[in-house]
């Protein structure tokens, strides 16, 4: 496995190993993380970047104390036979102030946009970088980070960007929780309550709740919800009548944490 921090001697490599298929991450990996790398690994050789982008964090936001874990992270990355990781400095990515970014458009300021304005500018504009340095075949994301898997989709669709884009599934702790980097941010007490997030999302998906009741059963628990909405899967518009294929969208704050999850149906 080769570790690269420089563009041109990425790109060299990856016109050396041939079609890839790219995983994005920002380090702290965890098994949500390796489900995609093998996802990656049935399709190409797979190349992963370990970058934490400054550019999708608020000035109030967990920036500076985001966990990373790098020597880690490439263990677990060459274990699962991954062939090239891409780990630049801000300098490298960022060389000037990036007065140029992405617009998602709408979607941006809805449901995660909302309570984080400029998070998706942020993400697509990093991604947009990522795709530009590794120039692979494929792109895997996972479905936990289902509003940020939308807007890639609708920018490479928009930008016609020779890339596929492959969705992994939500891995699950065995009580329900979404695996998360932020659930290490959890104390013991918190970590008992935080599957309750999914229950409610469950119970929603089943008819059980609607999103009101649902943000009053979490905020009666001590949670803090930001949103509870049932949108329509391939756009994340608000579904009508006739719309089947729908997926439940959440983020609350459990203490000093924010969770987010969500479950198609």
């Known amino acids: 496995m080769k570790i690269l921090r420089d563009i041109a001697e990425l790109r060299a490599a990856a016109r050396a190993a041939g079609p890839l298929a790219f995983v994005p991450t920002m380090g702290n990996l965890h098994e949500g993380h390796l489900s995609l790398v093998r996802l990656a690994r049935a399709r190409d050789a797979v190349a992963a970047s370990i970058f ?48 140029f970014l992405v617009n ?13 304005p400029g998070f998706f500018h942020g993400v697509a504009t990093v991604v947009l970088k990522l795709f530009n340095a590794v120039q692979p075949a494929a792109a895997v994301f996972g479905k936990k980070d289902y509003q940020q898997l939308v807007v890639v989709r609708g920018m490479v669709r928009q930008l016609n960007l020779p890339v596929e884009i492959l969705a992994g599934e939500t891995v699950r702790e065995a009580d329900g929780l979404a695996m998360s980097s932020r659930n290490n941010y959890l104390s ?4 008992a309550e935080a599957p309750r997030l999914f229950r409610t999302l469950s119970r929603v998906a089943s008819g059980a709740l609607d999103c009101d009741e649902a943000i ?50």
């Open 188 to 191: 013991a007490a918190e970590r």
């Open 52 to 99: 934490v982008n400054r550019l999708q964090f608020l000035p109030s936001e967990d920036f500076d104390r985001y966990p990373r874990t790098f020597e880690r992270d490439c263990a677990l990355l060459e274990h699962e036979g991954v062939a090239l990781v891409f780990a630049p400095d801000e300098a490298v990515l960022y060389p000037e102030p990036q007065t």
């Open 104 to 116: 998602p458009g709408p979607l941006a300021e809805e449901l995660e946009g909302k309570f984080r």
């Open 216 to 265: 009053k059963e979490l905020a009666a628990a001590g949670w803090k919800p930001d949103y509870v909405e049932v949108r329509r899967r391939p756009d994340l518009a608000k579904p009508g009548a006739g719309d089947k294929t729908l997926v439940v969208l959440a983020a609350a704050r459990l203490g000093a944490t924010r969770l987010i999850d969500n479950l198609e149906f």
